[in-house]
Every structure is written in structure tokens, then in C-alpha cells.
């Protein structure tokens, strides 16, 4: 499942490709930046440095006002997703 969610987030077909183009950029590792988006189980939050998400919500609503508010404490930007893994739109909380 997450392999999955990777693999929209680098455009990659398989896992060798997803290995290869999952990096941190410099502006991500300093701002940091929270993923809101689709899975099989669900809406994830899934974080620039990892491939795991510690919740999972029923709705997207629910899943992007919870990365809303981490957003807003943390001064990160947050990525919102469509159902269908494209980037809806991106918003930055930086202080």
C-alpha cells in the first residue's frame, strides 16, 4: 500500500525507479513538508521523510484538517492530493 502511495508520488512503475527517486531536497529537509492523500485504507498524512503514516481518517476532510493544524503549529507547507494521487494544491505555513 505505501509502496503504492510512493510510487504517485515519484511518478515511478517500479520499485527499483521508487528507490531512486525518493530524495529529500535541501528546501524540504528545512521547511518540511506533510502529504495529504489517498490510500487503500483511507487518507493518510505521510511525511517528506518517511513512507509511513501513524493514522489513517475515513475522509479526506478529516485528513487534511489534521495536516492543516500540524502544519500551521510546525510552520510546514502541506500538499493535498485528489483521490486519484495528482496534486490538488499546496499551501505553505512557514513562519
Known amino acids: 500500500m505505501l509502496r503504492k502511495l510512493l510510487f504517485k508520488l515519484t511518478g515511478c512503475s517500479t520499485d527499483d525507479e521508487a528507490d531512486n527517486q525518493v530524495t529529500v531536497s535541501d528546501d524540504d ?17 505521510l511525511k517528506d521523510t518517511e513512507s509511513t503514516s501513524s493514522m489513517t481518517f475515513d475522509t479526506k476532510k478529516a ?10 503549529e510546525k510552520g ?17 505555513y512557514a513562519d
Open 63 to 72: 485528513a487534511v484538517n489534521e495536516a492543516r493544524t500540524v502544519c500551521k
Open 76 to 92: 510546514l507547507r502541506l500538499a493535498i492530493y485528489k483521490q486519484d494521487g495528482s496534486k490538488q494544491r499546496e499551501h505553505d
Open 29 to 45: 529537509a528545512e521547511t518540511g513538508v506533510r502529504h495529504a492523500m489517498s490510500s487503500e485504507d483511507g487518507w493518510v498524512i
